[in-house]
Structure formats: structure tokens, C-alpha cells
């Protein structure tokens, strides 16, 4: 994952125009991918390829699959602002827009040894399913691939530039999985089949009507609101949080679901005396007592 040292500066970059309303430290070494925290507990990931309109190639989503583990690792982080670096050279904005087709082989995306890769798969699994908040900040397009990271995400805020949809069946491909099922979901089955068959783009105030964002912000206060609604989440439980974030996927993610729940729930019983007093009792080779937990009703 690391990148030459000598293009690696310790100054964050600016990701999105507007003054910035919180103090970003650099983390990680990338190519394709900026990562950033702050003591405040809130991290920044920022796909960092603005002359591709920020697609993806297999080592851009490597490098995010990377980035969100280590998220997922700092106990000190409890939100994550995922959007894209703007503005390309030409002007234009994208928080991604999707596979990058110019590095797309005959079975996938091809890395830099020429293996056919569709990990995104990977990292739409790592955002479901990580214990912290994901808010998409959306400039520009949300087209494709990039569609799906941002419906995946748990709160959607787009610019007033915002461009979302789909494009699959023009290219020969598709997302059969959370980029169909989800978005059903989300919008409805007769506007999740309008948006892959048809392959319109929508605008900010469309796709704030359709439900498919929560709010639309002026360009240059995208980060700042993202900002402004972590400092939001960070007020509250962890706790409550993680298991709620478990309990809304437990309803659409059928036994993948069902078992992330679980694992939240076995993470509180760990915390509890009579869990321990389990652990305890086999470690020291004696028969438990639970006689002080109850059989409450």
C-alpha cells in the first residue's frame, strides 16, 4: 500500500473547497487514497484520482479496504466523512464515478500484475458492517460504482452539484447485490428499476426527494455540514450507535445481517458478570455459578 515517500506531505490537502472547521491530521501512506482523523474522533476518506472523476482501480479500492480496517481498529474514531477529491484540473467534481473502465479486463478490473479484480465487493462489506457512522460527502457525480459506495453509506450529504445514477447496462455490467436489493430499499422498487434500466442522472433535488440523500449543501460548506453532523453522532452512545447501525442491517442483510446483530450483542455480554463469571469458571477448572444473573422475564 505505500507510496513513494517523496509524494507524501504530513500537511493535509484540501479535499473540498470551504474553510475548514476542524484541525485534520495525515494518516497512512496511499496512492489513490487520502486518509486524515482528528483528535475529535471523526476520520476522513477521500478517493484522491479527480482527473479519473475519482473511479476506482483495484489498488484505489486495496487502499480504502485499508484505510476503513484501520478506522475500524481506532477506538478513538466514531465517524467517518467518505467523499472524493475535488476539483480536477478541468473543473468538474465526483465523489466516484464507479470502475475505472479503462483498467477493466474480461473478468474484472485489472491490478498492476494484470489479475482481474472486482474487490469492491470487499469494501462494500467493510462499510456495511463497520461499527462507525459513514457519511458520504457527495460533489459532483455518484455515478455507478459510486452510487453504490454512497448508497452504502449511513448518511448521504450531497452539494448542490450532485449527480447521481446508474450507468451498468451501458457498459455491459451491473450490481445485482446491494447496488439492486438496497437501493430497492431505499427508493422503492419502481424507481430502484427505473434508475438500472433506463440509466438517467438525477440531480441533488431529485435524489433528496427520492430519499436517497438527507440533506443538500451549498459546495463550499459540504465538509463543514459533515463535519457538523459527526460532531452530532459523537455525542452520543457508542454503544447505542454500533447496535443500532446492526439492528437497521439485520432488516435488509438476511443471515449476514442477523449475525452482525449478534456479534454486537455478544460484545455486551462479554461486558456483563455473568459472562465473566463463565470465563472465569473454565479457566479455573471449576463448575460456574450463575445463581446471582436470574431468569429475569
Not at 474487490?119 to 459532483?140: H, T
Not at 435524489?207 to 463535519?227: Q, R, T
Request: aromatic content about 8%; hydrophobic content about 40%; some cysteine.
Amino acid at each position: 500500500m505505500a507510496m513513494d515517500s517523496n509524494r507524501f506531505d504530513r500537511r493535509p490537502r484540501q479535499v473540498l473547497p470551504g474553510k475548514p472547521t476542524i484541525e485534520w491530521e495525515p494518516w497512512g501512506e496511499y496512492q489513490d487514497v487520502l486518509l486524515d482523523r482528528s483528535s475529535e474522533g471523526i476520520a476522513r476518506v477521500a478517493i484522491d484520482r479527480p482527473t479519473k472523476r475519482n473511479a476506482f482501480r483495484p489498488r484505489t479500492v486495496m487502499e480504502l479496504c485499508d484505510a476503513f480496517t484501520r478506522i475500524r481498529d481506532d477506538q478513538r474514531l466514531g465517524v467517518v466523512l467518505f467523499t472524493g477529491v475535488g476539483p480536477a484540473d478541468d473543473g468538474g467534481y465526483a465523489f466516484c464515478a464507479g470502475g475505472d473502465q479503462s483498467v477493466r479486463g474480461d473478468g474484472g478490473y485489472l491490478d498492476e500484475e494484470g489479475l482481474p479484480r472486482l474487490n469492491v465487493l470487499d469494501l462494500q462489506r467493510i462499510i456495511r458492517s463497520l461499527p462507525k457512522v459513514v457519511i458520504a460527502l457527495v460533489a459532483g457525480y455518484a455515478i455507478g460504482g459510486g452510487q453504490v459506495l454512497h448508497l452504502l453509506c449511513d448518511l448521504s450529504l450531497a452539494a448542490e452539484n450532485a449527480v447521481f445514477g446508474q450507468t451498468g447496462p451501458k457498459v455491459g455490467s451491473f450490481d445485482g447485490g446491494f447496488g439492486a436489493g438496497y437501493l430497492a430499499r431505499v427508493v422503492g422498487q419502481r424507481k430502484a428499476r427505473e434508475i438500472w434500466f433506463l440509466c438517467r442522472q438525477y440531480g441533488a433535488e431529485e435524489a433528496l426527494k427520492m430519499g436517497l440523500i438527507n440533506e443538500i449543501v451549498p459546495l463550499d460548506g459540504l465538509e463543514a455540514e459533515g463535519v457538523r453532523w459527526a460532531r452530532e453522532v459523537l455525542q452520543h452512545s457508542p454503544t447505542a450507535i454500533r447496535c443500532l447501525k446492526a439492528a437497521f442491517n439485520a432488516e435488509t442483510d438476511g443471515l449476514a445481517g442477523l449475525q452482525e446483530l449478534a456479534g454486537q450483542a455478544t460484545h455486551l455480554f462479554y461486558r456483563t458478570d455473568e459472562a465473566q463469571e463463565g470465563r472465569n469458571a473454565f479457566l479455573q477448572k471449576r463448575r460456574p455459578d450463575f445463581s446471582d444473573s436470574g431468569w429475569l422475564p
